[in-house]
């Protein structure tokens, strides 16, 4: 049987030059790339979309080399402001990114609140003006949204 898992977070650790953001921290040392296929190997995993999680902000670097590295084990969910300055044009090339699947956004931010995910119209057209009409987005609960680019 194939199995995927759909949400694995990898981080480097909290430096100067790397802050993490404020917020929940998972664990306080790093979580890296060959820890995470060690432990896919050990439980039967073949693939895994990483996730940057936001105490990374809006980075998706450490997330893509992992893709990059391992394409036949990792693809990258990654993070946008869709507020930022240049976002519409970042959305545009977005999947042209290596290892890219399309856009996850975490609803509990105040920045995202209140938004309701179901049904998918009820998502404010202006916080979502970047995105092309033919992308699809996915909710989990009040917590995520799945942006798949085409």
């Not at 790397?18 to 296929?37: C, D, T, Y």
């Not at 699947?101 to 057209?125: D, E, F, H």
Request: with cysteine.
């Amino acid at each position: 049987m194939f199995i995927a898992d759909a949400q694995v977070h990898v981080w480097a650790p909290n430096t100067p030059e790397r802050p993490w953001a404020p917020g929940n921290v998972h664990r306080e040392v790093p979580l890296e790339a060959a820890q995470v296929l060690r432990a896919m190997d050990a439980a039967g995993v073949h693939r895994t979309v990483l996730v940057p999680p936001s105490l990374d902000a809006d980075r998706n670097d450490l997330s893509l080399a992992a893709a990059q590295k391992h394409p036949d084990r990792f693809a990258v969910m990654g993070r946008l402001d869709p507020d930022a300055p240049g976002a519409r044009s970042a959305v545009a090339k977005w999947r042209r990114q290596p290892g890219m699947l399309g856009l996850r956004y975490s609803l509990n931010q105040p920045k995202w609140i209140p938004i309701s995910v179901s049904p998918v119209a009820s998502l404010p057209p202006a916080r979502f003006r970047c995105l092309r009409p033919e992308t699809h987005v996915l909710g989990h609960g009040l917590l995520a949204a799945a942006v798949f680019l085409p």
